[in-house]
T-cell receptor, first 117, second 115 residues
């Protein structure tokens, strides 16, 4: 089974530039997550999709971050304009839809390391 | 406030030795607790998931314990190998009925295994 794919793996941009990350979840996984992981910290959820609808985007800085999941499969996360504090690894994860009482496993991609200079 | 605290922050051990990583949490309502291994430059990979009724769960040389009364969990690694060098992240899910709920991540323990 292919895992979660992300691209690019690394990106270096200057502040105020824009950047986009792409994620392809595991086939059949209805739920997709974007996380931000700053060096030395655990991942922080930015946005959660279920199919092509947003379930939770409470921690997404909406003035500069946007995400979409057209057709309920691939997803893109965009930052415009980038700030120095956006330097982090952006992880994408996917999981199946869980039934009541079942614990759903999240499968993570390798991440995109963003450096904003 | 829901929080997950891990200790130690970092740990260096010799190959072949055992070690135990700690996780304390204040999360309500508690749904499940997960341990992830994150190699440098890779995404986290799940090691174990434990619900409220489970006290211990093993995955090869990894054994996780959960004390829901004291809200503590530990991850014990037996006969460490160089490939165990990674960050180990404790994650607690808040929610009802085993649903995904809100995942609260610890900052991780960085383990280095030396030859």
């Amino acid at each position: 089974e292919a895992g979660v794919a992300q691209s690019p793996r690394y990106k270096i941009i200057e502040k105020r530039q824009s950047v986009a990350f792409w994620c392809n979840p595991i086939s059949g996984h209805a739920t997709l997550y974007w996380y931000q992981q700053i060096l030395g910290q655990g991942p922080k959820l930015l946005i959660q999709f279920q199919n092509n609808g947003v379930v939770d985007d409470s921690q997404l800085p909406k003035d500069r971050f946007s995400a979409e999941r057209l057709k309920g499969v691939d997803s893109t996360l965009k930052i415009q304009p980038a700030k120095l504090e956006d330097s982090a690894v952006y992880l994408c994860a996917s999981s199946t839809l869980g039934f009541s009482g079942r614990t759903r496993e999240q499968y993570f991609g390798p991440g995109t390391r963003l450096t904003v200079t | 406030k829901n929080q997950v605290e891990q200790s130690p922050q970092s740990l260096i051990i010799l190959e072949g030795k055992n070690c135990t990583l700690q996780c304390n949490y204040t999360v309500s309502p508690f749904s499940n607790l997960r341990w992830y291994k994150q190699d440098t430059g890779r995404g986290p990979v799940s090691l174990t998931i434990m619900t409220f009724s489970e006290n211990t769960k093993s995955n090869g040389r990894y054994t996780a314990t959960l004390d829901a009364d004291t809200k503590q969990s530990s991850l014990h690694i037996t006969a460490s190998q160089l490939s165990d060098s990674a960050s180990y992240i404790c994650v607690v899910s808040a929610g009802y009925g085993g649903s995904q709920g809100n995942l609260i991540f610890g900052k991780g323990t960085k383990l280095s295994v030396k030859p």
